[in-house]
C-alpha cells in the first residue's frame, strides 16, 4: 500500500494550500476555513514548543468535543510528539493511572471537566495544565487555550513525523482490569484511512458530522482524520443531546457522511422524523461502528432511510480501528462485512491454526494497520501479536465472500452505547468492599444500549450489604458507564473443579439468577 503522507500535518498543509477559503469546520455559526485552522494549529505547536515538548513526548488530552480538540491534537503531532486522548468519562483515579502510565507532566483538559481533576496534581506529575474553557485565574501551571491562540505567532516549528512513528496512543482496558495503551503509527493509522476512503470514494464536497466522544478511535480515525485526507468539512456537535440538534445540523449543513453506534441508529429507525428531512438531507452513507449492529436495525432503518446505505463495520482500537466494512454493493445482515483493503482475517482454532470456511474460530487480523504494540507492556504484546497476527479475542466466521460474522467475545468483554466495559476492573473495585467474599460481573442483552452490566455478588458468612450501598461504594471510583445497571445476592457463584467462576453459565442462566437475586 503506497501512502501519500508522512503525517497527518502534511494533509492540514496541502489543504490549507488548494482550500485556503473552504470551510474545514463548521460549530455552532462558526466556520473554520483550511487556512484558519492551519493557522491555529502552527500557534498551538508553536506554544507547546516553547514550554518545552519536545519529539516522542506524551501528551494527554482531556478534551470534550470541541475544535480545541483537533487543535491540540494536530498541534501536538505537528512537532513529533505522541497524542493521548483520555476518556472523559472517567473518575479521577483512572484519569491518574493513564497519567502515571505515560509519565505526563502536562496536560490539556477542558474546564468543565475540572470536577474529574480535582487532585490530579497531587496524584501524578503533572505540573501544567492548559485549560480549554473560560478559565479564571492564568499562571505558569494554568494556561489559558484561548490565550494561546490570541497571544502567540504562528512561527514554523515542527519536527516532522516519519511514517512509522507513533502518532497517538489509545488506552483500552484489559481482562486485567487495568487500561493498556495501544501505539498507533501514522502508518497504521494512514492504511485505515486509505482502506475506508477507497469504499466510499470521498472528495473535498463530502461534509461529515462529529457527535461522537472524539477520544474514541471510531471517531479519530473515521470522523476526524479521514475527512483530513480528502479535505471534507467536518460538523463539530459538542454533545448527544438533545439528539434533535444532530438532525437539524445534519439537515442544515448538509452532511454527506453520517457515522454512529448501533443504538443511535435504532432510535434513528423508529424516531418520527419530520417528512422535509428524507427529502432534503444530503447523505449518502450512514456508517456504523463500536458495537454490533442487530439485524432488524438494519431492516427497520433501510426501509426508512432509502437514499443512503447503512454500512456496517468491525474493528478495535488495536487496528486504529477498522478491520471490516460492508459493501455498499453487498450488504449481509448479520455480517460486519469482509476485510478492508490491506487488511487480511483469519479463523483459527486454540492452536492458532486455520479453520475451514464457515466454522467458527478466535478472529485474527492481520495488515499495515496493526498496532506497533501495548506501551510499557511487552508480555501482553507478544500475546496479542503472534508472527503479525493480532488475536481480537473475538469468536467469528467468514463465508464464502469472505464476510465476516462476529458470533461472540472470547475475552468478557461488554459493550455498552458503543463503548467497552471490562468485567474485571468492575470486579476488582467490588472486591474492596467490606463484606464480598466474590464477585462475577457479566454483560447482560439490553435492546436499547446493546448490553449492560449486571453482578453477581457472594458475601460473607454473616455480612449484610445493600445494593445501594455497594453502588454507591462504586460510584467513588469508577465511571458511571461501568456501574453494573443491577446487583444481584447469591449463595454460591458457579465454578469449575479448579474454582474458576464460570460465567458462561451466568450468562445461560443469568435470568434464573436474576429471580434468585430479587427472592433474596
Same mark, same amino acid.
Given at each position: 500500500?503506497?501512502?501519500?503522507?508522512?503525517?497527518?500535518?502534511?494533509?492540514?498543509?496541502?489543504?490549507?494550500?488548494?482550500?485556503?477559503?473552504?470551510?474545514?469546520?463548521?460549530?455552532?455559526? =462558526? *466556520? %473554520?476555513? !483550511?487556512?484558519?485552522?492551519?493557522?491555529? #494549529? &502552527?500557534?498551538?505547536?508553536?506554544?507547546?514548543?516553547? $514550554?518545552?515538548?519536545?519529539?516522542?513526548?506524551?501528551?494527554?488530552?482531556?478534551?470534550?468535543?470541541?475544535?480545541?480538540?483537533?487543535?491540540?491534537?494536530?498541534?501536538?503531532?505537528?512537532?513529533?510528539?505522541?497524542?493521548?486522548?483520555?476518556?472523559?468519562?472517567?473518575?479521577?483515579?483512572?484519569?491518574?493511572?493513564?497519567?502515571?502510565?505515560?509519565?505526563?507532566?502536562?496536560?490539556?483538559?477542558?474546564?468543565?471537566?475540572?470536577?474529574?481533576?480535582?487532585?490530579?496534581?497531587?496524584?501524578?506529575?503533572? =505540573? *501544567? %495544565?492548559? !485549560?480549554?474553557?473560560?478559565?479564571?485565574? #492564568? &499562571?505558569?501551571?494554568?494556561?489559558?487555550?484561548?490565550? $494561546?491562540?490570541?497571544?502567540?505567532?504562528?512561527?514554523?516549528?515542527?519536527?516532522?513525523?516519519?511514517?512509522?512513528?507513533?502518532?497517538?496512543?489509545?488506552?483500552?482496558?484489559?481482562?486485567?482490569?487495568?487500561?493498556?495503551?495501544?501505539?498507533?503509527?501514522?502508518?497504521?493509522?494512514?492504511?485505515?484511512?486509505?482502506?475506508?476512503?477507497?469504499?466510499?470514494?470521498?472528495?473535498?464536497?463530502?461534509?461529515?458530522?462529529?457527535?461522537?466522544?472524539?477520544?474514541?478511535?471510531?471517531?479519530?480515525?473515521?470522523?476526524?482524520?479521514?475527512?483530513?485526507?480528502?479535505?471534507?468539512?467536518? #460538523?463539530?456537535?459538542?454533545?448527544?443531546?438533545?439528539?434533535?440538534?444532530?438532525?437539524?445540523?445534519?439537515?442544515?449543513?448538509?452532511?454527506?457522511?453520517?457515522?454512529?453506534?448501533?443504538?443511535?441508529?435504532?432510535?434513528?429507525?423508529?424516531?418520527?422524523?419530520?417528512?422535509?428531512?428524507?427529502?432534503?438531507?444530503?447523505?449518502?452513507?450512514?456508517?456504523?461502528?463500536?458495537?454490533?449492529?442487530?439485524?432488524?436495525?438494519?431492516?427497520?432503518?433501510?426501509?426508512?432511510?432509502?437514499?443512503?446505505?447503512?454500512?456496517?463495520?468491525?474493528?478495535?482500537?488495536?487496528?486504529?480501528?477498522?478491520?471490516?466494512?460492508?459493501?455498499?454493493?453487498?450488504?449481509?445482515?448479520?455480517?460486519?462485512?469482509?476485510?478492508?483493503?490491506?487488511?487480511?482475517?483469519?479463523?483459527?482454532?486454540?492452536?492458532?491454526?486455520?479453520?475451514?470456511?464457515?466454522?467458527?474460530?478466535?478472529?485474527?487480523?492481520?495488515?499495515?494497520?496493526?498496532?506497533?504494540?501495548?506501551?510499557?507492556?511487552?508480555?501482553?504484546?507478544?500475546?496479542?501479536?503472534?508472527?503479525?497476527?493480532?488475536?481480537?479475542?473475538?469468536?467469528?466466521?467468514?463465508?464464502?465472500?469472505?464476510?465476516?460474522?462476529?458470533?461472540?467475545?472470547?475475552?468478557?468483554?461488554?459493550?455498552?452505547?458503543?463503548?467497552?466495559?471490562?468485567?474485571?476492573?468492575?470486579?476488582?473495585?467490588?472486591?474492596?468492599?467490606?463484606?464480598?467474599?466474590?464477585?462475577?460481573?457479566?454483560?447482560?442483552?439490553?435492546?436499547?444500549?446493546?448490553?449492560?452490566?449486571?453482578?453477581?455478588?457472594?458475601?460473607?458468612?454473616?455480612?449484610?450489604?445493600?445494593?445501594?450501598?455497594?453502588?454507591?461504594?462504586?460510584?467513588?471510583?469508577?465511571?458511571?458507564?461501568?456501574?453494573?445497571?443491577?446487583?444481584?445476592?447469591?449463595?454460591?457463584?458457579?465454578?469449575?473443579?479448579?474454582?474458576?467462576?464460570?460465567?458462561?453459565?451466568?450468562?445461560?442462566?443469568?435470568?434464573?439468577?436474576?429471580?434468585?437475586?430479587?427472592?433474596?
Amino acid at each position: 500500500m503506497g501512502y501519500k503522507y508522512n503525517n497527518f500535518y502534511e494533509m492540514i498543509e496541502e489543504n490549507a494550500k488548494k482550500y485556503k477559503n473552504k470551510p474545514a469546520y463548521f460549530i455552532d455559526d =462558526k *466556520k %473554520i476555513t !483550511w487556512g484558519e485552522f492551519k493557522k491555529q #494549529v &502552527d500557534t498551538f505547536a508553536r506554544a507547546l514548543h516553547l $514550554i518545552g515538548i519536545k519529539k516522542g513526548d506524551k501528551i494527554p488530552l482531556l478534551v470534550a468535543n470541541s475544535l480545541e480538540f483537533i487543535i491540540a491534537m494536530q498541534g501536538i503531532q505537528k512537532i513529533g510528539a505522541v497524542a493521548v486522548p483520555v476518556n472523559t468519562f472517567l473518575k479521577e483515579e483512572e484519569i491518574a493511572f493513564i497519567l502515571n502510565d505515560i509519565e505526563a507532566d502536562m496536560l490539556i483538559a477542558s474546564k468543565k471537566l475540572q470536577n474529574n481533576i480535582k487532585n490530579i496534581r497531587k496524584k501524578t506529575s503533572v =505540573k *501544567k %495544565i492548559i !485549560w480549554e474553557g473560560d478559565v479564571e485565574k #492564568v &499562571d505558569e501551571e494554568n494556561i489559558s487555550f484561548n490565550e $494561546i491562540l490570541s497571544t502567540f505567532n504562528s512561527h514554523e516549528v515542527k519536527d516532522t513525523p516519519k511514517l512509522d512513528d507513533l502518532a497517538s496512543i489509545i488506552y483500552t482496558s484489559g481482562t486485567t482490569g487495568k487500561p493498556k495503551g495501544a501505539m498507533l503509527t501514522y502508518r497504521n493509522i494512514f492504511s485505515n484511512i486509505l482502506g475506508v476512503n477507497e469504499l466510499v470514494k470521498l472528495t473535498q464536497k463530502d461534509r461529515f458530522i462529529a457527535y461522537l466522544p472524539m477520544f474514541h478511535s471510531f471517531t479519530m480515525t473515521v470522523n476526524l482524520l479521514l475527512p483530513m485526507y480528502s479535505a471534507s468539512a467536518v #460538523v463539530i456537535i459538542k454533545s448527544i443531546m438533545p439528539f434533535s440538534n444532530i438532525i437539524k445540523q445534519t439537515l442544515l449543513k448538509r452532511v454527506t457522511i453520517f457515522t454512529g453506534v448501533p443504538d443511535v441508529y435504532s432510535a434513528l429507525s423508529r424516531a418520527k422524523l419530520p417528512f422535509y428531512f428524507h427529502w432534503f438531507n444530503k447523505v449518502r452513507f450512514f456508517i456504523s461502528g463500536a458495537a454490533p449492529l442487530p439485524g432488524e436495525v438494519l431492516n427497520r432503518f433501510s426501509k426508512k432511510f432509502k437514499k443512503a446505505k447503512l454500512l456496517e463495520g468491525y474493528g478495535l482500537s488495536e487496528a486504529s480501528p477498522v478491520v471490516a466494512v460492508n459493501r455498499p454493493e453487498l450488504q449481509k445482515p448479520g455480517s460486519v462485512g469482509p476485510a478492508l483493503p490491506g487488511v487480511e482475517i483469519k479463523i483459527v482454532n486454540d492452536e492458532l491454526e486455520e479453520v475451514p470456511t464457515g466454522e467458527a474460530g478466535e478472529v485474527i487480523v492481520k495488515g499495515d494497520n496493526v498496532m506497533q504494540g501495548y506501551y510499557k507492556r511487552e508480555d501482553a504484546t507478544k500475546e496479542t501479536i503472534i508472527n503479525g497476527w493480532l488475536l481480537t479475542g473475538d469468536i467469528g466466521k467468514l463465508d464464502k465472500d469472505g464476510y465476516l460474522y462476529i458470533l461472540d467475545r472470547k475475552k468478557d468483554l461488554i459493550i455498552c452505547k458503543g463503548v467497552n466495559i471490562y468485567p474485571r476492573e468492575i470486579e476488582e473495585v467490588c472486591m474492596k468492599f467490606p463484606g464480598i467474599k466474590e464477585c462475577a460481573v457479566v454483560g447482560k442483552k439490553d435492546e436499547i444500549v446493546g448490553e449492560i452490566p449486571v453482578a453477581f455478588v457472594e458475601l460473607e458468612d454473616d455480612a449484610e450489604v445493600s445494593e445501594m450501598e455497594l453502588k454507591k461504594f462504586l460510584k467513588q471510583h469508577l465511571a458511571n458507564y461501568k456501574i453494573p445497571k443491577h446487583i444481584y445476592f447469591v449463595e454460591n457463584l458457579p465454578k469449575n473443579a479448579t474454582g474458576k467462576v464460570l460465567k458462561r453459565k451466568l450468562r445461560e442462566k443469568i435470568d434464573e439468577y436474576v429471580k434468585e437475586g430479587e427472592s433474596k
